[in-house]
Structure formats: C-alpha cells, structure tokens
C-alpha cells in the first residue's frame, strides 16, 4: 500500500502500544519511520520487525521532557530521509489518584510527559514540515481530555490541554498560511500497556492490574476493548492526503464512550 508513499514520520513513544501500531501502520502505508522512546531496546525492535516486514525504520533516543533531544531527533531526521511530514505525539503517561493527595512532583511530572512533551513536537517539527511543503501533526490525547473522571483530574488536565492546544496550534498554522495540518486523536479503553503502570490504589480489590475486559463490558456501549490497531487506523487517515481538509478537530476512537 502507499498512502503515505515519500513522506517521512516521526513516532514519539513508538516503543509499545498505540505508537507501536502508528509506527508499523504508517510503515505499511509507505512512510519512512523514525520510532522515538526512552526504551532502545523496544524501539529497535519495532524498527527490526518493520525492516522485517518490508517498511522503512530507524531508532531515535527520545525523552519527550529534553528539549535539546526533540531538536536532535528532528534535525536527524531530516538529515537522514531529506525532510519531515508526520509527527506522531504520543507518549504518556498516566497518574491517577486523589488530587488531595497527588504531590506536586507527580503532577508536574504528568505535565512534563503529556503536555510539554506534546509543545516541544509541535515547536520543533513545524518549521521542518514547512520546509517540507506538507505536514500533518496527530496529538494522541485521550476521551480522558474531553470529559472528566474521578482520580484522574491530573491526567484529564493534560489531555484536556493537548486537545486545545491542538486548536490554536491549527488556527496558527491556518491563518499562517503554513501547509500544516494540526489535529488530536482521542481513545477510549485500549489495550496498552499504560494500565500496567496505574496507581495500586485504582484497581479493584485482590488484583495486580486492571481487567480491562470487564471494564469495556460495562462502560463502552459496543462492550469491546479497543486496540491498538483501532487507533493507529486513525492516525494513518490524519497523516494521509484523505483528511486534506481536516485541521483544528478530534478525532474521537472509544467504541461509543463519549456518544
């Protein structure tokens, strides 16, 4: 397939989860892929599965916080492939709990990640895909950022920011008569491995992680957890030409969630 034949895309958090399937999907459509993350082992082995599977992947050390590493990871990527067209933003993470309780440092750290991470993409990819003639940028933010739940205000917080900052950073570029496209992707219950990573006291009684079967069951309308793949289908629809004339919007992938 070729649907993103020539254009070039970075992945931030392209180590595991939704940014591993954005990363392969995007592969698969043409793109020549740069998977970002703090894991080189995972990392290298999704570029190795994507080289495996005909595609085009290299490996960029990436801590989405260090604004030094997003200058490297840009201007090594036009370096290498000539130009850039596709930010994926990505990583994440999730702290829930009590916003009595949560400490500073661990809502700031959220921030960091969810939020500065997602600015600092924006900041440095954009005059590149200026350069480039066309760029799409796709934000995962999360149904977390368009309405709220109890023990996770920080988290909403974040993904709440990355949706409007996606729509000022859209109307920017609109009114800047830049040929970048700025738009937010937003999932509901998926099968990743964030929720291995949740606060202890989240989770029900007598078990080590979330059965996130049983929560799709009784909160998403079509009662099914969500993949990966489901999301990362979004994000090649939002890098390819078929969404030309979408920019400033969400993209909403929760089985019902938010209807």
């Known amino acids: 397939m070729s649907r993103l034949a020539g254009r070039i895309a970075i992945v931030s958090g392209g180590a595991s989860g939704i940014g591993r ?21 995972l990392g290298r082995q999704v570029c190795a599965d994507i080289d495996a599977n005909g595609g085009s992947a290299s490996f960029q050390m990436l801590d989405v916080t260090a604004e030094d590493q997003w200058q490297a990871c840009v201007a090594d990527t036009v370096k290498r492939y000539g130009g850039l067209n596709i930010l994926v933003n990505n990583a994440g993470i999730a702290v829930g709990g009590s916003i009595l309780t949560m ?51 920080a988290y909403n917080a974040t993904k709440g920011g990355v949706r409007l900052l996606t729509k000022g950073v859209a109307r920017e570029c609109a009114v800047s008569r830049w040929p970048v496209r700025v738009n937010s992707v ?74």
């Open 103 to 153: 400490s500073l440092a661990d809502w700031q750290r959220q921030q960091a990640i969810n939020l500065d991470g997602v600015f600092l993409g924006i900041k440095h990819a954009i005059p590149a895909m200026i350069d480039s003639g066309n760029g799409s940028v796709i934000n995962i933010s999360s149904v977390a950022g368009i309405k709220g739940a109890a023990n996770l205000a």
């Open 21 to 41: 399937a954005s990363a392969v999907r995007l592969a698969e459509e043409g793109a020549q892929v740069v998977v970002a993350d703090i894991d080189s082992e």
């Open 186 to 259: 937003h999932p509901g219950v998926i099968e990743t491995p964030i929720w291995d990573k949740m606060n202890p006291e989240l989770l029900e009684a007598g078990m080590n992680t979330l059965d996130l079967e049983s929560m799709a069951a009784q909160t998403v309308p079509t009662g099914r957890l969500g993949q990966p793949q489901d999301i990362a289908n979004g994000v090649v629809f939002l890098a390819s030409d078929e969404s030309s004339y979408m920019t400033g919007t969400e993209l909403i992938i929760d089985g019902g969630l938010c209807a």
